[in-house]
C-alpha cells in the first residue's frame, strides 16, 4: 500500500493565469505590471490563509526576472519558432506560500513559472518573497499564530526567513555605510562616440485617479496595481535615455510606507539615476493626495529599477552615459553605484546555490550583511535536513551522518546541564575554544565587525598527514533565537583577508560550513549541536571517527560539556564575553 503523500500546506495559494492579447505590452510580451498584479493577489490570498484577516503588502523584495514571456515568432511555413519564447495563449503559474510568521508579519514565497501549452514546456520566471502585515478592525496589528512547517523544504524556508527579515532591517544602514566609505566623487565612465545625456531629459511625471477597480478587498489601492503604474513610468524614463524599448531585469525592493484610498491622486515619479554600460537604474516613487488643490502629499513607495536594452540576438547593448544634476542628482548617482555593489553582492553570495558558492570568499565592509547571511543560512538549510542517520552512540553523545552529492556531514550532540543562553555565549567565543578541543592551538580576534559577527584567525594542530600546522581565517557569526522553538545559532565559513595571507609555516585551511545549534530543554538543560560539512582534507579524519576507529570527536564533544559546567557559573568569564 502506497505511503500517503505530505499534507499541503495550508497557507498555499495556486494560481494560473492565461496570458491574453490585453496582459502583453507591444512587443507581446506579458507585461511586468500585469504580472506584479498576479504576484501580489497570490501572496495576499496565502498571506489571509494564514492570519485569517485582512492583510496589506508592507514590502516586496528583489525580483530578478529570468525569462520574459513574449508572443513567439511564426516562420514562414507558419511553424512556431520555439527559441522566441512563449506568447500570447499560453500560462503563467504562480504559486504563493506563508515561509513563516513573526508578531504581526509574515513572509510569503512565490514562485513563478510559464508553461507553453504546445510543447509542455515549463520555466522559471523569477521568484520573490513579501512581507504581509494583518490589520484589525481600524487599522489595529493583529497578532499571528506560529506557523509550523511539515516538509524539509518548508523547514528550511521557515528558518532562513529571520535572516532574509534581519537583512531587510539593515538594509539602509548597509547603503549609508557603503556611501560614507566610498569616495565622494564617483568616477565618470567614459565610452567612446558617445555624449552624456543629461538626467534630467529622461524625467517622468504622471498622475493616476484611484478608482474603484483599482481597489482591493478592503478599499485600499491594490498594491499589485500600484506597483504596475510605477513599472509604467519606470519603463518610459528607461526609454527616454535609449530611445529604445528597454526590457526590466530587476526591481529593488518595493517598501510600501502607507495606504492609499478611492479617490486619491497618485503622482507618479521615475528618472534615470545613473547608466552603466550595459544597464541602467531608474528610480521611482509614488505620492498621494486626496483633493485636487491639496498641497500636502504622502509618499507611499519607492523603488529602484534596472533595465537593459537587447539587441536583435539578445545581447545587452552598450547604453548612453547619463550627465546627473547637481545636488541630489549628485546624490542619486552614487546612490545608483552603491546599490549596483550590493546587487551583485547580494546575487553572489546570496542567492547562488550553497555548492557554488567559494569556499573562501574575500571580506569587505559592503557586504558583511550578505555574508554574515549565508554563513546562518547554511547553517540553517544543512539543520533541516532530513536525512539525518544515527552513526554511533557513546554514553550521552550521539553522532549523525548525512551522505549527500559531494559531501558528508556530521552532527554530534549531546545535553548538558547548563542554560542555552550561557551555551550560547561560551561556545561562541572562539578565544576560548583551547580550553576544550585540543586541536585548536590559538584563536586571534582580527575584527569585531559588530555583535553578531567576528572574524578570527585560527591556528590548528598539526593532522598527521600534514608537515605543518593549519591556520583558518574564520567569519563567526551568531544569532539569538528569533522566536520560541528556534536554537541560538553560533555558524563559522572560511573568507578572506588582505591582511592575514597564506603564510608559509601554515597550511591554509578551510571550512564551508560548520557551526553550533543550542535549544533549551528546560529553565537549566540544553541540547548542544555541532554540525560540520567535512572538506577533503578533513575527511578521512570524519570517516575514521564514523567508522569507529576512533572516538576523537566524542572524547572532545565531551571535553566540550566539561568546560561548559565548570565555566556556567563563572560571573568573571561572564564579564569578559565580548
Same mark, same amino acid.
Request: with cysteine; charged share 25%; net charge neutral.
Given at each position: 500500500?502506497?505511503?500517503?503523500?505530505?499534507?499541503?500546506?495550508?497557507?498555499?495559494?495556486?494560481?494560473?493565469?492565461?496570458?491574453?492579447?490585453?496582459?502583453?505590452?507591444?512587443?507581446?510580451?506579458?507585461?511586468?505590471?500585469?504580472?506584479?498584479?498576479?504576484?501580489?493577489?497570490?501572496?495576499?490570498?496565502?498571506?489571509?490563509?494564514?492570519?485569517?484577516?485582512?492583510?496589506?503588502?508592507?514590502?516586496?523584495?528583489?525580483?530578478?526576472?529570468?525569462?520574459?514571456?513574449?508572443?513567439?515568432?511564426?516562420?514562414?511555413?507558419?511553424?512556431?519558432?520555439?527559441?522566441?519564447?512563449?506568447?500570447?495563449?499560453?500560462?503563467?503559474? $504562480?504559486?504563493?506560500?506563508?515561509?513563516?510568521?513573526?508578531?504581526?508579519?509574515?513572509?510569503?514565497?512565490?514562485?513563478?513559472?510559464?508553461?507553453?501549452?504546445?510543447?509542455?514546456?515549463?520555466?522559471?520566471?523569477?521568484?520573490?518573497?513579501?512581507?504581509?502585515?494583518?490589520?484589525?478592525?481600524?487599522?489595529?496589528?493583529?497578532?499571528?499564530?506560529?506557523?509550523?512547517?511539515?516538509?524539509?523544504?518548508?523547514?528550511?524556508?521557515?528558518?532562513?526567513?529571520?535572516?532574509?527579515?534581519?537583512?531587510?532591517?539593515?538594509?539602509?544602514?548597509?547603503?549609508?555605510?557603503?556611501?560614507?566609505?566610498? #569616495?565622494?566623487?564617483?568616477?565618470?565612465?567614459?565610452?567612446?562616440?558617445?555624449?552624456?545625456?543629461?538626467?534630467?531629459?529622461?524625467?517622468?511625471?504622471?498622475?493616476?485617479?484611484?478608482?474603484?477597480?483599482?481597489?482591493?478587498?478592503?478599499?485600499?489601492?491594490?498594491?499589485?496595481?500600484?506597483?504596475?503604474?510605477?513599472?509604467?513610468?519606470?519603463?518610459?524614463?528607461?526609454?527616454?535615455?535609449?530611445?529604445?524599448? +528597454?526590457?526590466?531585469?530587476?526591481?529593488?525592493?518595493?517598501?510600501?510606507?502607507?495606504?492609499?484610498?478611492?479617490?486619491?491622486?497618485?503622482?507618479?515619479?521615475?528618472?534615470?539615476?545613473?547608466?552603466?554600460?550595459?544597464?541602467?537604474?531608474?528610480?521611482?516613487?509614488?505620492?498621494?493626495?486626496?483633493?485636487?488643490?491639496?498641497?500636502?502629499?504622502?509618499?507611499?513607495?519607492?523603488?529602484?529599477?534596472?533595465?537593459?536594452?537587447?539587441?536583435?540576438?539578445?545581447?545587452?547593448?552598450?547604453? +548612453?552615459?547619463?550627465?546627473?544634476?547637481?545636488?541630489?542628482?549628485?546624490?542619486?548617482?552614487?546612490?545608483?553605484?552603491?546599490?549596483?555593489?550590493?546587487?551583485?553582492?547580494?546575487?553572489?553570495?546570496?542567492?547562488?546555490?550553497?555548492?557554488?558558492?567559494?569556499?573562501?570568499?574575500?571580506?569587505?565592509?559592503?557586504?558583511?550583511?550578505?555574508?554574515?547571511?549565508?554563513?546562518?543560512?547554511?547553517?540553517?538549510?544543512?539543520?533541516?535536513?532530513?536525512?539525518?542517520?544515527?552513526?554511533?552512540?557513546?554514553?550521552?553523545?550521539?553522532?549523525?551522518?548525512?551522505?549527500?552529492?559531494?559531501?558528508?556531514?556530521?552532527?554530534?550532540?549531546?545535553?548538558?546541564?547548563?542554560?542555552?543562553?550561557?551555551?550560547?555565549?561560551?561556545?561562541?567565543?572562539?578565544?576560548?575554544?583551547?580550553?576544550?578541543?585540543?586541536?585548536?592551538?590559538?584563536?586571534?580576534?582580527?575584527?569585531?565587525?559588530?555583535?553578531?559577527?567576528? $572574524?578570527?584567525?585560527?591556528?590548528?594542530?598539526?593532522?598527521?598527514?600534514?608537515?605543518? #600546522?593549519?591556520?583558518?581565517?574564520?567569519?563567526?557569526?551568531?544569532?539569538?533565537?528569533?522566536?520560541?522553538?528556534?536554537?541560538?545559532?553560533?555558524?563559522?565559513?572560511?573568507?578572506?583577508?588582505?591582511?592575514?595571507?597564506?603564510?608559509?609555516?601554515?597550511?591554509?585551511?578551510?571550512?564551508?560550513?560548520?557551526?553550533?545549534?543550542?535549544?533549551?530543554?528546560?529553565?537549566?538543560?540544553?541540547?548542544?549541536?555541532?554540525?560540520?560539512?567535512?572538506? #577533503?582534507?578533513?575527511?578521512?579524519?570524519?570517516?575514521?571517527?564514523?567508522?569507529?576507529?576512533?572516538?576523537?570527536?566524542?572524547?572532545?564533544?565531551?571535553?566540550?560539556?566539561?568546560?561548559?559546567?565548570?565555566?556556567?557559573?563563572?560571573?568573571?568569564?561572564?564579564?569578559?564575553?565580548?
Amino acid at each position: 500500500m502506497a505511503s500517503p503523500s505530505p499534507a499541503r500546506n495550508p497557507t498555499e495559494v495556486q494560481m494560473s493565469q492565461l496570458v491574453l492579447p490585453c496582459h502583453t505590452n507591444h512587443r507581446g510580451e506579458l507585461s511586468t505590471g500585469q504580472l506584479l498584479k498576479w504576484i501580489d493577489t497570490a501572496a495576499c490570498l496565502s498571506a489571509e490563509r494564514h492570519a485569517g484577516c485582512p492583510c496589506v503588502t508592507a514590502s516586496m523584495d528583489d525580483i530578478y526576472f529570468e525569462h520574459t514571456i513574449s508572443q513567439p515568432s511564426v516562420s514562414p511555413a507558419g511553424q512556431r519558432d520555439g527559441r522566441s519564447g512563449v506568447g500570447v495563449g499560453q500560462v503563467v503559474n $504562480i504559486k504563493a506560500k506563508v515561509n513563516r510568521a513573526f508578531n504581526s508579519s509574515m513572509e510569503v514565497g512565490i514562485q513563478v513559472s510559464y508553461e507553453d501549452l504546445c510543447s509542455g514546456k515549463h520555466c522559471s520566471i523569477c521568484k520573490a518573497y513579501a512581507t504581509f502585515v494583518a490589520q484589525g478592525s481600524l487599522g489595529s496589528k493583529v497578532r499571528l499564530e506560529p506557523l509550523t512547517p511539515q516538509t524539509e523544504e518548508e523547514k528550511i524556508e521557515y528558518s532562513i526567513a529571520a535572516e532574509r527579515r534581519r537583512m531587510r532591517l539593515v538594509h539602509k544602514d548597509t547603503l549609508k555605510d557603503l556611501l560614507t566609505s566610498s #569616495p565622494q566623487e564617483t568616477e565618470r565612465e567614459t565610452r567612446d562616440g558617445s555624449e552624456a545625456v543629461p538626467a534630467e531629459r529622461t524625467r517622468v511625471e504622471s498622475v493616476e485617479l484611484v478608482l474603484p477597480p483599482h481597489a482591493n478587498h478592503q478599499g485600499n489601492t491594490f498594491g499589485g496595481q500600484i506597483m504596475a503604474w510605477m513599472e509604467n513610468v519606470a519603463t518610459i524614463a528607461a526609454s527616454r535615455l535609449c530611445h529604445a524599448h +528597454p526590457t526590466l531585469r530587476a526591481i529593488e525592493m518595493f517598501h510600501f510606507r502607507g495606504p492609499s484610498q478611492v479617490g486619491d491622486r497618485l503622482v507618479l515619479k521615475a528618472i534615470v539615476n545613473n547608466a552603466f554600460k550595459n544597464s541602467m537604474e531608474v528610480g521611482v516613487s509614488a505620492e498621494a493626495y486626496g483633493q485636487e488643490m491639496s498641497i500636502s502629499r504622502r509618499h507611499i513607495n519607492s523603488a529602484f529599477m534596472t533595465f537593459v536594452v537587447l539587441d536583435e540576438e539578445g545581447h545587452p547593448r552598450t547604453l +548612453p552615459m547619463v550627465a546627473p544634476e547637481p545636488g541630489d542628482g549628485e546624490r542619486r548617482y552614487r546612490e545608483a553605484s552603491a546599490r549596483k555593489k550590493i546587487r551583485l553582492d547580494r546575487k553572489y553570495v546570496v542567492s547562488c546555490k550553497q555548492t557554488e558558492v567559494p569556499l573562501s570568499v574575500p571580506w569587505d565592509q559592503s557586504n558583511k550583511v550578505y555574508l554574515s547571511y549565508n554563513n546562518v543560512s547554511a547553517l540553517k538549510m544543512l539543520v533541516a535536513k532530513a536525512n539525518w542517520v544515527l552513526a554511533r552512540e557513546k554514553e550521552k553523545v550521539r553522532m549523525y551522518t548525512l551522505e549527500e552529492d559531494k559531501f558528508l556531514s556530521f552532527r554530534i550532540e549531546m545535553s548538558v546541564c547548563i542554560t542555552a543562553s550561557r551555551a550560547f555565549s561560551l561556545l561562541s567565543n572562539l578565544r576560548r575554544r583551547h580550553e576544550w578541543d585540543s586541536h585548536y592551538v590559538s584563536a586571534e580576534l582580527v575584527q569585531k565587525v559588530d555583535d553578531d559577527d567576528m $572574524i578570527y584567525h585560527v591556528v590548528s594542530q598539526k593532522l598527521r598527514s600534514e608537515k605543518k #600546522p593549519q591556520d583558518f581565517v574564520i567569519l563567526a557569526s551568531r544569532r539569538k533565537p528569533c522566536s520560541k522553538g528556534d536554537p541560538y545559532v553560533v555558524a563559522f565559513r572560511s573568507v578572506t583577508l588582505p591582511t592575514h595571507p597564506a603564510r608559509a609555516e601554515f597550511t591554509r585551511g578551510e571550512t564551508l560550513c560548520s557551526g553550533f545549534c543550542i535549544w533549551p530543554e528546560s529553565e537549566e538543560m540544553s541540547k548542544v549541536a555541532y554540525y560540520n560539512q567535512a572538506m #577533503p582534507g578533513y575527511l578521512n579524519y570524519v570517516t575514521t571517527n564514523v567508522a569507529g576507529l576512533s572516538s576523537d570527536i566524542c572524547s572532545t564533544f565531551e571535553a566540550c560539556e566539561k568546560f561548559l559546567l565548570k565555566n556556567k557559573h563563572d560571573l568573571i568569564s561572564r564579564l569578559q564575553d565580548f
